[in-house]
Nanobody, 127 residues
């Protein structure tokens, strides 16, 4: 059974930092892509990062480039997203997602490309 468990959300002021974690189980690392999506109130869920775990290849959306980075702990089956210089527009529920399939270079920021989802963690950035 596949499980994705996010943690690390919280409330910070603009310019602050947070580290989100997504611990996963039941997934095969072969062709494993993971991603972070976020959803602000009243808005569509948007992809912010895509990560090919096998060779440590992270990709981030232009809206967070230079501020968000990805890493993983292979021993703990955990993906991290390090969020720096947070802005109020980064506020939302952040979801971890995963899929075992071949994706093109650069990964995918499309919701439909991912088959497994976590429950989400709230990030609130105040000005």
């Amino acid at each position: 059974q596949v499980q994705l468990v996010e943690s690390g959300g919280g409330s910070v002021q603009a310019g602050g930092s947070l580290r989100l974690s997504c611990q996963f189980s039941g997934l095969n690392r072969y062709h494993l892509w993971m991603a972070w999506f976020r959803q602000a109130p009243g808005k569509e869920r948007e992809g912010v990062a895509s990560f090919y775990l096998l060779d440590d290849s992270p990709y981030v959306a232009n809206s967070v480039k230079g501020r968000f980075t990805l890493s993983q702990s292979r021993s703990e089956n955990t993906m991290y997203m390090h969020m720096n210089n947070l802005k109020p527009e980064d506020t939302g529920i952040y979801f971890c997602a995963a899929v075992n399939k071949i994706l093109p270079y650069g990964g995918s920021f499309r919701r439909d490309d991912y088959t497994h989802w976590g429950q989400g963690t709230q990030v609130t950035v105040s000005s």
